[in-house]
Structure formats: C-alpha cells, structure tokens
C-alpha cells in the first residue's frame, strides 16, 4: 500500500505542478540526460539543471 500511494501522491503532485508551470520547458534532448551525472554515494543526480523556466529570466 506504501509504494501504490505514494506514486499516486507523485503524480498528483506533479500535475499540480505543471498545471502551474505550464513554461516549463526542456533545456537539453532526452538522450543526453543519462549521460552526464554526478558521481555520489548518496545521490544520483544530473549535473546541470534539464528544465528551465522562460518566465523567470525576465
């Protein structure tokens, strides 16, 4: 029950957010996104941002 709610709580969390977002937009292809990422123990994260938001560089 924990894993099914919680990926229930994700995907209404992020139709939230792009309801509210809706600039967000890719920064880099898809393809390119696994290629560069951080070499940590405790986090598997991208080195540089893959979205970006049009609206905030005004």
Known sequence: MGAA??????????????VRLEDLALTIAAEESSTCRLASFAARSACRSLAALPSLRE
Not at 9 to 15: K, N, P, V, W
């Open 5 to 18: 709610l919680a990926r229930l709580e994700l995907r209404c969390a992020f139709t939230a957010l792009f």
